[in-house]
């Protein structure tokens, strides 16, 4: 496996000879030109998960690559008629990858706002860690996650709730992302705390370069 952050939430995932690309978002553009991809998968509707003004460009600009979103993605944009719906509980195949959906609802923001739909992303494949993009939501703690892209900061998130949802999940390794909103002191705070304060080992991706997780050795001392 190896994964590239692109910035905020969009992550770059090669497995088993896929290429995934997951939430595409509006406050990066490291995934601007893409091309190869088998498979845009997007958590839910916000645009700085799926950005509306380039979405149309890189799935033209990969026409094999399947497209799967929370279903409300396809009420609120206007998206190609192959663009498939990934409701929470259900699954998808590529080759030997499976991708399960887990969750259902975005964070709280506040009481005054409906909350609105997020799928959690599990990617496995045979042999390879077994990894988790929660997009905005906690909620969902899968069983046998190696690797977790963790949010850094949203007007939904505390802090104190990312550390009990960390040592719940229990993943060896995690990486942040959703940091399109920090300067480089707000990413340093919570990029300590959930390293000290749980069980999973954080690794800084914001350079960009891909990073290939092992789980046993020399490769898992902490160091992207």
């Not at 992302?177 to 390293?195: A, C, Q, S, T, V």
């Given at each position: 496996m190896r994964i590239t952050h692109l910035g905020h939430a969009a992550v770059l995932v090669d497995v088993a000879d896929r290429r995934i690309l997951f939430d595409p978002g509006n406050f990066s553009d490291g995934w601007h030109g893409l091309e190869g991809l088998d498979a845009i998968c997007v958590t839910h509707l916000h645009p700085d998960h799926i950005d509306p003004d380039n979405i149309g460009a890189l799935i033209d600009a990969n026409p094999e690559a399947e497209v799967h979103v929370e279903p409300s993605v396809v009420d609120t944009y206007?998206?190609?008629?192959?663009?498939?719906?990934?409701?929470?509980?259900?699954?998808?195949?590529?080759?030997?990858?499976?991708?399960?959906?887990?969750?259902?609802?975005h964070a709280v923001i506040h009481k005054d706002i409906p909350r609105v739909g997020n799928v959690g992303l599990v990617v496995?494949?045979?042999?390879?860690?077994?990894?988790?993009?929660?997009?905005?939501?906690?909620?969902?703690?899968?069983?046998?996650?190696?690797?977790?892209?963790?949010?850094?900061?949203?007007?939904?998130?505390?802090?104190?709730?990312?550390?009990?949802?960390?040592?719940?999940?229990?993943?060896?390794?995690?990486?942040?992302?959703?940091?399109?909103?920090l300067n480089e002191r707000g990413w340093r705070l919570p990029f300590g705390r959930y390293g000290d304060m749980t069980s999973?080992?954080?690794?800084?991706?914001?350079?960009?370069?891909?990073?290939?997780p092992a789980l046993t050795g020399s490769d898992a001392t902490g160091e992207a």
């Amino acid at each position: 496996m190896r994964i590239t952050h692109l910035g905020h939430a969009a992550v770059l995932v090669d497995v088993a000879d896929r290429r995934i690309l997951f939430d595409p978002g509006n406050f990066s553009d490291g995934w601007h030109g893409l091309e190869g991809l088998d498979a845009i998968c997007v958590t839910h509707l916000h645009p700085d998960h799926i950005d509306p003004d380039n979405i149309g460009a890189l799935i033209d600009a990969n026409p094999e690559a399947e497209v799967h979103v929370e279903p409300s993605v396809v009420d609120t944009y206007e998206l190609p008629a192959h663009v498939q719906r990934l409701a929470a509980d259900a699954s998808v195949e590529l080759g030997g990858v499976r991708i399960d959906a887990v969750g259902g609802l975005h964070a709280v923001i506040h009481k005054d706002i409906p909350r609105v739909g997020n799928v959690g992303l599990v990617v496995t494949a045979e042999g390879e860690p077994t990894f988790f993009h929660p997009g905005d939501s906690l909620d969902a703690v899968p069983a046998g996650i190696d690797v977790v892209a963790v949010p850094m900061m949203g007007p939904w998130a505390a802090m104190k709730e990312h550390i009990d949802f960390l040592r719940d999940l229990d993943a060896p390794l995690g990486f942040g992302i959703h940091e399109g909103l920090l300067n480089e002191r707000g990413w340093r705070l919570p990029f300590g705390r959930y390293g000290d304060m749980t069980s999973t080992m954080m690794h800084d991706l914001r350079d960009g370069q891909p990073w290939e997780p092992a789980l046993t050795g020399s490769d898992a001392t902490g160091e992207a």
